[in-house]
């Protein structure tokens, strides 16, 4: 490849690592740049190296033990062939450079050509007592597991809606955790009507019934469409209360909640590169544009895997694969044929998958008029302590119809989560108040850094030099 | 608002621009008495008028800003009573600090000169001055504070005077592009959005976009568009007790009640329609930002961001009326420094247009002293 080309990977689960992959075999030695000590994203996460305990991968991953290990085994094998970053944070992406914080020294990284595979973290819908202490998202509860082998609690309640609820619990059960109940707030019902469309996907269907299946006869409460009212608890969670599909009032005794609703794509750093969004009714959310083969709307910026639209592993590992072969076309590496993956089929499975994830966003789509319930004093915005009282107030005062206005007068978003926790509350919230459709209020703009980052390893950089001609500005 | 106006399409004033000179202009305008429409393309003071630093600053303004920096300074004491909210604004003092001999000269030399215009400031330096502020660092030899500066915050403060106009009768209209602007010799005519308007008056507040109003009638002011860089920290124990800025500029810092610190300095990214900050100005000006204030260290940086504003090569505005056009009033350009100026010039543009006349002097912001320089528009 000519050495004008610097390809630069952001993630190192399926997308990244078989981006890479598909790269370096293309002759390409990219730069992979991931948050994570160690390779495999979310869902194939490793423990820490050298954490003191060990588990199997059958037992970390269940069914997916030999995807997970495919994907490690892959990136184990590139190491060599790549410029690994691991534990270095990506923090800001400016005119062809993504400055990264690693070890507590900021370095800036130029590209000519970015892999964005940024992954996906919880879709939270706030509940009262959701802040309390014990309330952890399902990603949470399972990294718990996952990298530091305990659990959120010892009797613990899983809520919220999606597959991940029933993988959790089923995980948490497996491992010997105490499982008080799962609450789903889809109904069964909705599942069942969406369920040819999961059965595109015949294996993954089974394995969701099976989980199901497994904590039903090990006897763990499972309730559907149900309406989550409260978690209880002074400084910590002590209960939590919700209503049946009848209506019926329920209570609990607990001392964790494991909440989630479906997963949330992690877009800032698109939107910091400059990428076009779009509303995308499936995901609930703005996504970044991209066409069939993973290229964004910004030049030389491709998208793969959940951080782009939610569609599951098997489908990062395709959308990383089919974006690296568009960059390889794009900088006009001629490769053999046989010695690649091909793009039609990588196209046709991907459009295969997303029937079956249409299937699973109607199946356990987020509850739609949650926002219209929250009680005034229930915070939505925890870093900044927003209230849903506050927000409806400036709504209702038509101040605010649009979502960057809100933020901007009641400071919704502008805590150290920037909006990745709260701003679809904050939409939801806004559109429920005016009437209008999710995509009618307005997109939160994200701004750098996309995490909190310490200022002392922003000392160090000599390149920089002061500009004292702006006198005026304040 | 105002449904019994929605068929009237003749305004007394049509203000184009939504940002605190245009929503200022418009609520005393509409206090007044006059019929007024101001027109934002996007939404009100969510521009530079909205995303500044916040600087309610007289302290170290030039001697033709001073008596419209005071005036402003007044409209601040009254924000509660004039837009209904305080905009958190606090009378923190402002205190600009010396980082070399050769600046305490220029602090004391200003702090002469403002006097003379009812101004007080205190000049510092020394075991006095160390003792007095623990938290600068030894970078600061020095500064002067002047007690009656302060800062609020802009994200309320402009929208907060849009929808002070609206609530006084002014019909304020957001995501409104204004196109087609002619004078017929007697009425300014033009088009709001889809709709025909015409006025009597036109002000041009459209900040860093007002030379495609100026254009309109033949004229244009010397102006580039800048993008100042601001970023904030989380809330961090209450250290900064002035709002701080330095002698030559570059750098400024606040405290805000909740904790965070607000820190501008430098210059983002830009493309004349919109801004994005700039990681090398944001670690240039850390540098910086924390030889003054060694606390800031261990804090973490939470934002930054940046917006557009228009810049004159004196760093002095445009305000006052056109060469070219009777009843055409601009009012923009403020350099980066129109937060503390804009609702003074909101005051002086009403007087221009309901007298004649304001008591404020303005000359030295007409747009004809550019008129022996080459003209060049840059929007």
């Excluded at chain 2, 924000?79 to 958190?88: N, V, Y």
């Excluded at chain 2, 244009?220 to 250290?239: C, D, G, H, Q, R």
Aim: charged share 20%.
């Amino acid at each position: 490849m000519s050495g004008a080309h610097r390809v630069v990977i952001v993630g190192a689960g399926p997308a990244g690592i078989r981006a890479a992959e598909t790269l370096v075999a293309a002759g390409v030695r990219p730069v992979v740049i991931d948050e994570n000590a160690r390779w495999g994203g979310q869902i194939y996460r490793q423990p820490p190296a050298g954490a003191g305990f060990k588990r199997s991968a059958a037992t970390l991953y269940g069914f997916e033990a030999k995807k997970a290990e495919a994907v490690h085994d892959a990136m184990a094998k590139l190491l060599p062939k790549i410029d690994y970053r691991p534990d270095t944070l990506a923090w800001a992406c400016e005119q062809n450079r993504l400055d990264t914080l690693h070890a507590g020294r900021e370095t800036s990284v130029p590209f000519t050509h970015l892999i964005i595979a940024s992954g996906a973290t919880d879709r939270i819908v706030p509940l009262p007592g959701w802040t309390l202490a014990g309330v952890f998202t399902l990603g949470g509860a399972q990294v718990a597991l996952k990298a530091q082998g305990c659990a959120i609690g010892s009797r613990v309640v899983f809520a919220g809606t999606g597959p991940l609820l029933y993988l959790v619990a089923y995980q948490y059960a497996k491992a010997g955790a105490r499982v008080a109940a799962v609450l789903d707030t889809s109904p069964l019902a909705r599942q069942a009507a969406a369920a040819p469309r999961m059965l595109s996907q015949p294996s993954m269907f089974a394995k969701g019934v099976y989980y199901v299946g497994w904590l039903q006869a090990h006897g763990v409460r499972i309730e559907r469409g149900v309406t989550l009212d409260r978690i209880d608890g002074d400084d910590a969670v002590r209960g939590i209360r919700w209503r049946t599909r009848r209506g019926e009032p329920r209570s609990l005794d607990c001392d964790a909640v494991g909440m989630g609703f479906g997963l949330r794509p992690e877009t800032q750093l698109a939107d910091l590169a400059g990428c076009r969004f779009r509303f995308d009714p499936l995901n609930r959310c703005w996504l970044p544009e991209r066409d069939a083969a993973g290229r964004s709307s910004a030049r030389n910026v491709y998208l793969a895997g959940d951080g782009a639209g939610i569609a599951g592993a098997d489908a990062a590992e395709l959308a990383g694969r089919r974006a690296a072969l568009a960059l390889i076309e794009d900088i006009g590496i001629v490769t053999h044929r046989s010695a690649q993956p091909d793009a039609t089929k990588l196209e046709r499975e991907l459009a295969r998958i997303a029937v079956f994830r249409a299937g699973i966003e109607h199946a356990f789509a987020p509850p739609v008029n949650a926002a219209q319930h929250w009680p005034d004093d229930m915070t939505v915005c925890r870093c900044e302590d927003v209230t849903a009282g506050t927000m409806r107030a400036c709504i209702r005062s038509g101040l605010a119809t649009e979502v960057n206005r809100l933020k901007s007068l009641t400071r919704i978003g502008m805590g150290r989560c920037q909006g990745r926790m709260c701003g679809e509350s904050a939409i939801a919230l806004l559109a429920a108040e005016t009437g209008k459709p999710l995509a009618d209020v307005g997109r939160l703009r994200s701004q750098a850094p996309i995490k909190p980052i310490p200022i002392t390893p922003m000392l160090y950089d000599d390149g920089v030099h002061v500009q004292p001609e702006e006198a005026h500005d304040e | 608002m105002n449904d019994t106006r929605a068929g009237v399409s003749h305004f007394d004033v049509v203000i184009a621009g939504g940002g605190l000179v245009g929503s200022s202009t418009a609520l005393a305008l509409a206090k007044s008495g006059m019929r007024v429409a101001l027109i934002e393309r996007r939404f009100c003071g969510a521009q530079a008028s909205g995303v500044n630093y916040g600087g309610v600053r007289t302290q170290g303004r030039t001697a033709e800003q001073l008596p419209l920096a005071v005036r402003a300074r007044r409209v601040y004491g009254r924000l509660p009573e004039l837009i209904g909210i305080d905009g958190e604004m606090v009378v923190s003092g402002h205190l600009r600090l010396a980082r070399r001999e050769a600046d305490l000269d220029v602090l004391d030399r200003w702090s002469a000169m403002a006097r003379e215009h009812g101004v007080e400031s205190h000049v510092m330096s020394g075991p006095a001055f160390r003792q007095r502020y623990p938290w600068l660092g030894p970078a600061a030899i020095g500064g002067s504070l002047c007690p009656s500066d302060g800062h609020a915050n802009p994200r309320l403060v402009s929208p907060g005077f849009a929808h002070a106009a609206r609530r006084a009768g002014a019909d304020v209209r957001e995501q409104t592009e204004l196109s087609d602007i002619t004078f017929d010799g007697t009425r300014f005519q033009m088009r709001a959005g889809r709709e025909r308007i015409s006025s009597d008056w036109l002000v041009n507040s459209a900040g860093a976009w007002a030379n495609r109003i100026a254009g309109s009638f033949g004229e244009s002011a010397p102006m580039k568009p800048i993008y100042p860089n601001m970023w904030v920290t989380e809330p961090l124990p209450l250290f900064i007790g002035h709002s701080l800025g330095v002698v030559g500029g570059g750098i400024y810092a606040r405290q805000v009640e909740r904790g965070n610190c607000v820190i501008g300095g430098g210059r983002g990214h830009g493309d004349g329609e919109y801004a994005q900050p700039s990681t090398a100005t944001t670690r240039a000006v850390m540098r910086d930002a924390c030889a003054l204030l060694p606390a800031l260290r261990d804090a973490l940086l939470i934002r930054t961001w940046s917006g557009v504003e228009g810049e004159t090569p004196d760093g002095n505005p445009i305000i006052g009326l056109s060469r070219t056009t009777p009843r055409l009033l601009h009012a923009f350009g403020f350099s980066g420094g129109g937060f503390l100026l804009a609702p003074g010039v909101g005051e002086v543009l009403a007087e221009l247009v309901t007298q004649g006349e304001t008591s404020t002097p303005i000359d030295a912001f007409s747009i004809g002293r550019f008129s022996s320089t080459p003209l060049s528009v840059t929007h």
